[in-house]
């Protein structure tokens, strides 16, 4: 039962023979272990919420939904309980220890195990002799035990007051276990491993160590390249704007900072045509726009035009793509109005902490290009943004494995550098330039502005907006798209992401209120945001610009980095989080 | 140093240059367009910030008045009253001798005065340059109080903005001093508690923390102020609560620590109970945080401070603060300032720890002093320290008299185990520098000195015999004759101590060194501890046989005096039951207890205290009553006849039937002797 810890450490106490009110919702006690502990992915790494009853020793009885330890046996013997908990008074320790050793022993005689026992107020740090460290403790104390993963330290609580670190106690934390040891017959303790609030305010605690991380990160030294730095955020902002066709904002950000922008604005105007026409559910116009604009492009891609297809066979459905709106009679209107701008970086689709790969990982290129931000033109890879909520809907998961996962591992400093740097960037300017850019965007009077009214009124929304000869060009479409998988299986052997792909979209159809169904979250018009955003990176791409703006590439891997550096238990990534610093 | 001749003609010539382009600024002053006069006072402003040289010639030509003048006038425009006080603000942030002529100038009442403006603007210069002059340390604070109706007005102006809140409060807490709480009290009448206690909450972080301060001068030792403040609701929610949020990791150390100075004056002034979890759980912890060697060494030096006050009187909290975070091994860490590597590899750092090392040391003296002054666990863990007694005993000699004082506290407070007394002490002689600190300090060390010198004149230290032979009996007996009742307490008890099983040479010499006039006065003496304590050393003097007969024989007459204005004055039982226990000390002589039988009026006041409502008077008089009548002695048969004619032997009958079992058997043993 017992799990390994990581995040800030972890925390428990034990109190001698008190009485435990057991029946704690499970829901508060989840609650505060997520407070606790707000790096630990408990999918990996569980945390410890009761006594393990395998590791333990036969004279250690566990009750109370193991959370209450009592010594079974006779005559005195030096017996641990283990997931461990340890021993009182009367011979009793608190203490740590890794998994698999001696149970039959109190905590800290044995190696990779560590204790404070309640006789003689000592520390044992594997070894029969111990070293003064704090008062004894008996019946009626609560003691308590924290690791912190940030400065490698641990200490000892007696009813709530700090006994001050165990300067011995030092070593790889991550791997430890809470544990008690008992030998006196009789013995009871009972743990709280966050059932309760503990009595120590560690919150307070946790509030002094976030304080300091983030003062931290505020004060990260960046020396002598102050001038450089300027330019390199500027550089970021540009890029991103740029790579968004925030034409009119990229050229006035530009031009204020004195840079020059690396794509023609033609060019930059086109692909926002394009990028407006997805957005607004125009599938069939845009995939026509982007043939005459880039004429080899999907012919090259063929994967790429299956996938618009499918997009512009749920539009269709939808009844807003332009073919079946001709037909429909209707109003040019979406039926979920898109505000047409990308989102910002607070969407899900980079809360790249969860288990989720988000990230195709980052390989040293895409380091390179953000520090260095040369990557306009040194990024040829393949990398694509992964799409945003369940990667089922669109091939996902083999372009997100095109990525150099191998590569991973990052040195530490450079995951805080980059970090920072990040932090400085978004915080500084790129807010003020996104703001900027969007609202520009809406009032420029520009042809290729796709109608973007918004209708509030979702009342009857029917199959292709309700036209019969647009059901049947509807059903006509998905033919051929059904015929052009066939084609493309041929040319190009199985693709199990297409097929998936087709699968949900024909599904569609199977019933009576597709934006009810299990699969109308298709419908949903954020799903035109990663099609937008693959078809924009596969233009950009032809021009050996960076498929992904440097910006949000090192958002994505500061996130990344926050998640290595909890998996191998980096402490402070618990009082860094991206969102944080995304206003 | 030769210097070359063409140099110093420069500087004389720039000089020159620097009071004649002074004295531009102030003639413009009298310009009579007052436009011009405007123009002018804002370019004297541009002039002076950041210049101290600027400032003096200023104020040596004559700027201040002239400013003051300009400033007071109803015919000024309020712009150019408003540039006056700037640039009086600005002349105030210089040095300390600019503070002194600005007062002289009565720069005071003036800016006091013009706070009657209904100008907002105007208000706020007048109060930001008040503030700087009445942070300094040179300005009287009494001039704050002269006009007593300028409390009560800058009480109403503390609505008025973020800038008047941040400015009064700050000059409320830097008028309102330790050892004045008729400044408290001043402030406390005029509704300082329920005017500031909103700005706690104020968005302005300037603004909470000098209400914070000013909370924590206003409740320093003023029982008054801190059961009121204990009560207030802020936004709904207690005060203590409001401090404890203030208290929170997070916050700035400075907030931390004043708020944590807040709680615990409330707590030493019996507001909050010092088993309140709000002590114990935060206050208590947050002080010893500030203990540790990560904050700055002021910090560490209030923190301590501000600790050892809390729980000085509760041994509870002592215990406790025992425990945490290693306390007594981190103060450890305050002797090693100035540290070996700043001394090398920072000037500015050196300089920085030399200024503190004093402050550092005396303040874990006081903390250590504080933590041991009741268990003797931590006791033992204090004196175990890394070199503990060592840093004592050099501790009672360092120039500092704060340090001498605080070390001799600590002394003082680990002087009461025995333990400490039989071991440490005596191994490292620590008698000596107390002896030396003793020959000439202000009553203040004396006090704890001597205190001290009592414990170890104790019979069981080893330090006894030593001290005695430094000739300490004269030191002491000097002490006796200080108009300080402690230092007479402690004189007459150390007096008293060392009198105790001592030998007939000690007892002859503490006699013919203190004199029986002066005994005799101490007897009269107005404090009762004194009174009590000479008679503890009178009654050890009198104690074995031989000596009782021989004090008795030279001093007995001046004893049997004073021993009868004792017992006929208004004295407290602990008085008359040591007198007569003195008594009966007398009657155990040989030639000695002659000097009771032949004294009938005596006998009367022994049978008298036979009678007693009070036990233990009746059983000291038994006691006395007994030695008389022993029977193996010459002549007792004699005194047993004549006792048994005053009506003793009834009075001894009765008693043998009292309820108190120590008193009837006492009787029985008495009645026995007439019987064998």
């Known amino acids: ?257 004195d840079q020059a922008v690396h794509e023609e604005l033609a060019s930059i105007k086109n692909r926002q045509k394009i990028q407006k026409l997805v957005l607004s559910g125009r599938m069939g116009e845009a995939i026509e726009t982007t043939q005459q604009l880039y004429p080899n492009l999907l012919e090259r891609n063929p994967d790429l035009l299956f996938m618009l297809k499918v997009r512009q066979f749920i539009e269709m459905v939808n009844g807003t793509d332009s073919e079946v709106r001709c037909l429909g009679g209707r109003s040019p209107k979406s039926q979920d109005s898109y505000p047409g701008s990308p989102r910002p970086f607070s969407s899900p689709s980079h809360k790249a902490s969860s288990s989720q790969p988000y990230l195709p990982g980052f390989d040293s290129n895409c380091c390179n290009g953000v520090t260095s931000n040369k990557s306009h033109s040194s990024s040829p890879h393949s990398h694509k943004p992964c799409p945003p909520g369940s990667g089922s809907t669109l091939p996902a998961s083999d372009i997100s494995l095109n990525g150099s996962r191998s590569q991973q591992p990052i040195s530490s400093s450079d995951v805080d550098m980059e970090v920072d740097h990040f932090t400085n960037g978004v915080t500084e300017s790129s807010s003020n330039g996104f703001l900027n850019g969007s609202s520009k965007h809406a009032t420029e009077p520009d042809d290729c502005d796709a109608d973007m009214e918004v209708e509030s009124a979702q009342s009857k929304r029917q199959l292709c907006g309700g036209s019969q000869a647009a059901i ?112 | 140093g030769i210097c070359n001749g063409e140099t110093v003609s420069v500087i004389i010539v720039l000089m020159q240059e620097v009071t004649a382009t002074s004295r531009h600024y102030v003639d413009r002053l009298f310009d009579p367009d007052p436009q011009k006069v405007l123009q002018g006072v804002i370019d004297m402003k541009n002039a002076v910030i950041g210049n101290n040289k600027q400032k003096a010639n200023l104020i040596v030509l004559g700027a201040v008045p002239r400013l003051l003048y300009l400033l007071q006038q109803s015919s000024s425009s309020l712009e150019l009253r408003t540039e006056c006080s700037v640039v009086l603000g600005s002349l105030a942030m210089g040095t300390e001798n600019n503070i002194k002529s600005l007062v002289d100038c009565h720069i005071i009442p003036a800016l006091l005065q013009g706070l009657l403006c209904p100008d907002l603007i105007f208000i706020e210069a007048c109060l930001r340059c008040l503030r700087t002059v009445f942070i300094s340390p040179v300005t009287p604070v009494q001039l704050l109080y002269t006009d007593s109706t300028v409390i009560p007005h800058l009480m109403s102006l503390l609505s008025r903005s973020q800038r008047t809140q941040e400015y009064i409060t700050q000059i409320f807490s830097h008028c309102c001093k330790v050892f ?293 009996i004269e030191l002491l007996c000097s002490l006796t004759q200080s108009d300080s009742p402690a230092l007479r307490v402690n004189g007459i008890w150390a007096l008293m101590n060392m009198a105790f099983q001592a030998d007939q040479k000690v007892k002859g010499e503490i006699v013919r060194c203190l004199g029986t006039e002066q005994l005799f006065r101490l007897l009269s003496d107005p404090d009762t501890n004194v009174l009590m304590k000479t008679l503890g050393l009178l009654r050890n003097l009198l104690s074995t046989r031989p000596h009782i007969d021989q004090i008795m024989s030279s001093h007995g007459k001046q004893i049997m005096q004073a021993v009868t204005l004792i017992l006929e004055a208004e004295h407290s039982i602990e008085v008359k039951e040591q007198t007569l226990c003195i008594l009966a000390n007398i009657a155990d002589g040989n030639t000695a207890k002659e000097l009771i039988m032949t004294n009938d009026d005596m006998l009367q006041k022994i049978k008298y205290y036979m009678g007693h409502s009070n036990v233990k008077l009746q059983l000291a008089a038994t006691f006395c009553i007994s030695n008389l009548i022993w029977n193996e002695e010459d002549g007792s048969q004699e005194r047993q006849d004549k006792l048994r004619e005053m009506g003793f032997v009834d009075i001894l009958h009765k008693l043998t039937q009292a309820s108190d079992p120590n008193l009837s058997d006492r009787a029985k043993t008495a009645m026995q002797q007439y019987l064998a």
């Not at chain 1, 032809?542 to 238990?569: E, F, Y």
């Open chain 2, 180 to 472: 004045t709480p008729e400044h408290q009290t001043v402030l406390f009448n005029h509704g300082a508690i329920q005017n500031i206690a909103p700005l706690l909450i104020s968005p302005s972080y300037k603004v909470r923390m000098q209400a914070l301060k000013c909370f924590s001068v206003l409740a320093y030792e003023n029982t008054q102020v801190s059961m009121t403040l204990v009560n207030v609701l802020v936004d709904g929610e207690l005060l203590s609560q409001v401090f404890v949020r203030m208290m929170q990791r997070d916050q700035p150390i400075e907030m931390q620590l004043t708020a944590a100075k807040c709680l615990t004056y409330m707590c030493r002034a019996g507001a909050i109970r010092t088993d309140d979890s709000c002590v114990v759980l935060k206050t208590l912890p947050c002080l010893v945080r500030m203990c540790s060697k990560e904050h700055l060494l002021e910090e560490r030096v209030e923190g301590a401070e501000t600790l050892a006050y809390l729980m000085e009187p509760d041994v509870e909290l002592q215990r406790i603060a025992s425990t945490t975070d290693h306390l007594v091994a981190m103060l450890a860490d305050y002797f090693k300032y100035p540290s070996s590597v700043s001394a090398i590899t920072d000037i500015k750092r050196l300089d920085h720890d030399l200024k503190h090392a004093h402050e550092l040391r005396q303040a874990a003296f006081k903390l250590y002093a504080s933590l041991g002054s009741n268990d003797e666990d931590i006791r033992k863990k204090i004196t175990e320290t890394e070199n503990m007694m060592d840093r004592i005993v050099s501790g009672l000699s360092e120039s500092s008299i704060k340090v001498r004082l605080a070390a001799v506290r600590c002394l003082h407070s680990l002087s009461r185990s025995v333990q400490q007394l039989r071991t440490s002490f005596h191994d490292h002689a620590v008698w000596k520098p107390l002896m030396k600190l003793l020959q000439n300090a202000p009553d203040e060390v004396l006090v704890m000195a001597s205190s001290t010198l009592c414990n170890l004149l104790l019979e069981f230290s080893p330090s006894k015999e030593p001290i005695l032979e430094s000739g300490v």
């Open chain 1, 472 to 583: 049947e060009r509807m059903i006509h479409f998905g033919r051929e798209l059904q015929s052009m998988s066939e084609h493309l299986r041929r040319e190009c052997g199985k693709n199990s992401a297409n097929k998936k792909m087709l699968k949900d979209a024909f599904s569609l159809l199977a019933y009576s209120d597709p934006w009810n169904s299990p699969v109308g979250y298709q419908l949903d018009a954020i799903q035109r945001e990663p099609v937008c955003s693959t078809l924009n990176s596969a233009i950009l791409e032809t021009h050996n610009l960076p498929k992904q703006p440097p910006l949000a590439q090192a958002v994505g891997q500061a996130a990344q980095c926050l998640a290595i550096m909890a998996r191998t238990g980096s402490g402070s990534c618990a009082f860094a989080s991206v969102d944080d610093y995304l206003h």
């Open chain 1, 1 to 257: 039962m017992s799990g390994q810890s990581s995040g800030c450490g972890f925390l428990m106490s034990v109190v001698v023979h008190g009485d435990s009110v057991l029946n704690e919702q499970e829901k508060e006690l989840n609650q505060r272990l997520r407070r606790l502990y707000p790096a630990v992915n408990e999918n990996e790494t569980p945390l410890p919420r009761s006594w393990s009853p395998k590791d333990k020793f036969s004279y250690i009885g566990l009750s109370q939904n193991n959370l209450r330890v009592h010594y079974k046996g006779m005559t005195p013997r030096h017996t641990q309980a283990a997931s461990r908990v340890l021993l009182l008074h009367r011979y009793m320790g608190i203490g740590l220890s890794a998994q698999g050793v001696n149970m039959n022993r109190l905590p800290g005689w044995d190696k990779h195990s560590y204790g404070y026992h309640g006789d003689d107020g000592h520390s044992f740090c594997s070894s029969g002799t111990g070293q003064p460290y704090g008062p004894t403790f008996t019946t009626g104390d609560v003691i308590g035990c924290c690791v912190n993963l940030i400065n490698n330290t641990c200490f000892y609580t007696k009813n709530g007051h700090s006994l001050g670190n165990d300067l011995r106690q030092q070593s790889q934390y991550p791997n430890l276990y809470p544990t008690v040891g008992l030998q006196t017959p009789g013995e009871v303790v009972d743990a709280n491993f966050g059932q309760h609030p503990f009595v120590f305010d560690i919150e307070d605690y946790m509030r002094e160590w976030r304080t300091k991380i983030q003062a931290q990160i505020d004060r990260f030294p960046i020396g002598e390249r102050e001038g450089e730095w300027q330019s390199m955020i500027q550089k970021m902002v540009a890029s991103y704007l740029v790579h968004h066709s925030y034409c009119a904002t990229a050229e006035a950000f530009a031009k204020s900072t």
